[in-house]
Nanobody
């Protein structure tokens, strides 16, 4: 059984930074795709970014230049560094994982999900 646990959320001011972390347990994710999604209040869950097993990344246009994704294969963790945060970045951030190659952008491509961590950015 795979378990994903997010951490690092919180309440910050616009322009601040936060670093989210996702810890995977249960199976090795050396050969896997890991992604971040977020859900704002009253809205659908949206893609934020993805990193594959070879370290390739892809970020949504709304966060390019501000967010970066990295992973530590030895620790089975993935981080999302969020800089220059905006109020529209507010939401619950979810970590997701799947076995495979490529860069997965859609929710239904991921088999495993964390419970989410809240990020609130005030103006």
């Amino acid at each position: 059984q795979v378990q994903l646990t997010e951490s690092g959320g919180g309440s910050v001011q616009a322009g601040d930074s936060l670093r989210l972390s996702c810890a995977a347990s249960g199976r090795s994710f050396s050969y896997s795709v890991m992604g971040w999604f977020r859900q704002a209040p009253g809205k659908e869950r949206d893609f934020v970014g993805v990193i594959n097993w070879s370290g390739e990344t892809y970020l949504a246009n709304s966060v390019k230049g501000r967010f970066t994704i990295s992973r530590d294969y030895a620790k089975n963790t993935m981080d999302l560094q969020m800089n220059s945060l905006k109020p529209e970045d507010t939401g619950v951030y979810y970590c997701a994982a799947a076995y495979g190659s490529g860069l997965f952008l859609k929710e239904n491509e991921y088999a495993y999900w964390g419970q989410g961590t809240q990020v609130t950015v005030s103006s």
